[in-house]
């Protein structure tokens, strides 16, 4: 008999997880002809480029079901939004579940219904994860209380002892930091976790997470679209003062630049609003800087990153460090100056400058979203202008590492490569454990009907 599985994903409502989540499953579907895939979309606002792409996916073998918004999604809490938001799709998605895999609600309700995550970071940071829960729980350490200091700590997932200056802000904030800790027992709880990553980038991670308590990790990157750009998919933008330091350092320095230049979104939209084009971008520029850098420079709104990092005349990327970010730089070979602003980029830039040495710094413990604080950190025109000279005029080393990650990476998803392999264990993995659980359904079933007569 052929084993047929049908998989249902439910990716966050941004942008960047879906896409991911999207390409994991064509992936999946592409290595097995008996696989079926379902995408269960949470949406709670319009959003026409999710829509777009969802619509250009239409040819494929992947089914999409969009969710009702909850009634009570006008009320979740920015500090727990993504528990809150999970909380309120639950009864969604038990019932679009049941309608395709025809479970009964016991079981979808029963503790041994775990399923796989997909880790849209990376594997150190989910290692972070697991160790700030172990602190919390089995310490009674609350990381918010290292807010203000420069600690430094042995994380496993981790060759070098980790500052807390680096933790990511949404941790340091205690009316944050208990959402963060339901996520990470919600991913200990997982059957198995397949993270977007490949072994050659992070093995040593890789090999802790296995070593430790976790869930069995699968390694399954770099898991990237290559085929459109997403414009929602990006989140960098900075205020007035610290634009003017940006375009001080760039004529400075003398070196050619591209730079997308927008501003930040109207803090009215709520915690999904994007950033926008500038109508004018003179206007928070300095006086004459457009003619002064003409010959050298060229500013633009958004930026088709992926074609730009795939053009020969790039040379280095000033970066946020989103892991997604992180993966298409090493991807087309080019190396990072590291200016990360928010979310887990501070770890990211660690990684990439300190552990792997695929990036330079330009400001390691930046955040945009301060700690306790209305006043955002303004970058001085020195700093970066120290760190743009630091990779155009001494970073060859850096560029031979990040080229040889790139041939890795490619490598890592050919037949037989790292994640390739990893991949087609995971669906047997998957298939294994359905056919397992049927069994035991079968069984009951049986042994039901045997005492019933």
Request: hydrophobic share 40%; with cysteine; proline share 6%.
């Amino acid at each position: 008999m052929v084993m047929k599985a049908e998989l249902v994903f439910i990716p966050m409502p941004r942008l960047g997880h879906f896409v991911s989540m999207a390409q994991l499953a064509k992936l999946l579907l592409d290595l097995h002809p008996n696989l079926s895939i379902t995408v269960l979309i949470m949406k709670l606002i319009p959003d026409a480029e999710l829509d777009a792409h969802v619509h250009s996916l239409t040819a494929t073998r992947i089914k999409f079901i969009h969710l009702p918004p909850p009634e009570t999604h006008k009320d979740l809490s920015p500090a727990n939004f993504i528990t809150n938001l999970v909380q309120t799709h639950v009864p969604l998605v038990k019932q679009a579940a049941t309608n395709i895999v025809h479970y009964s609600t016991s079981v979808l309700d029963s503790p041994r219904f775990a399923g796989y995550v997909f880790y849209a970071s990376g594997a150190a940071f989910l290692g972070f994860q697991f160790y700030a829960l172990g602190l919390h729980d089995e310490q009674n350490v609350n990381i918010f209380e290292l807010k203000d200091s420069d600690t430094e700590f042995t994380i496993p997932s981790y060759l070098n002892p980790v500052s807390s200056k680096l933790f990511p802000t949404v941790m340091l904030k205690p009316e944050s930091l208990p959402m963060m800790n339901t996520l990470a027992r919600g991913l200990r709880k997982a059957k198995g976790i397949m993270i977007n990553t490949f072994w050659e980038l992070e093995s040593h991670a890789i090999s802790s997470l296995s070593e430790g308590s976790a869930p069995p990790v699968y390694p399954v990157g770099p898991i990237l679209n290559l085929e459109s750009e997403t414009r929602g998919a990006s989140k960098g933008s900075f205020k007035g003062d610290q634009v003017k330091e940006i375009a001080c350092a760039l004529e400075q320095s003398g070196h050619r630049f591209l730079w997308s230049l927008r501003q930040p979104p109207d803090p009215s939209k709520g915690p999904m609003a994007s950033p926008t084009d500038y109508d004018d971008g003179s206007e928070v520029l300095p006086e004459g800087f457009l003619d002064r850098t003409h010959g050298i420079g060229k500013i633009i709104g958004w930026a088709p990153q992926l074609a730009i990092l795939g053009h020969p005349a790039i040379g280095w990327f000033v970066s946020h460090c989103g892991w997604n970010s992180t993966l298409e730089s090493i991807w087309f070979g080019v190396p990072i100056a590291a200016w990360p602003i928010y979310a887990e980029q501070q770890l990211n830039a660690f990684k990439s400058v300190r552990e792997l040495g695929l990036a330079v710094e330009i400001k390691m413990d930046y955040r945009r979203d301060g700690i306790g604080s209305d006043e955002i950190e303004i970058v001085s025109a020195k700093t970066i202008e120290k760190g743009i000279r630091s990779m155009m005029e001494e970073g060859s080393d850096v560029r031979k590492r990040v080229k040889e990650m790139s041939e890795k990476s490619r490598k890592a998803l050919m037949n037989g490569g790292s994640s390739h392999s990893t991949t087609r264990r995971l669906v047997d993995d998957v298939l294994d454990h359905a056919l397992r659980k049927l069994a035991r359904l079968y069984s009951g079933a049986e042994r039901r009907a045997k005492e019933a007569m």
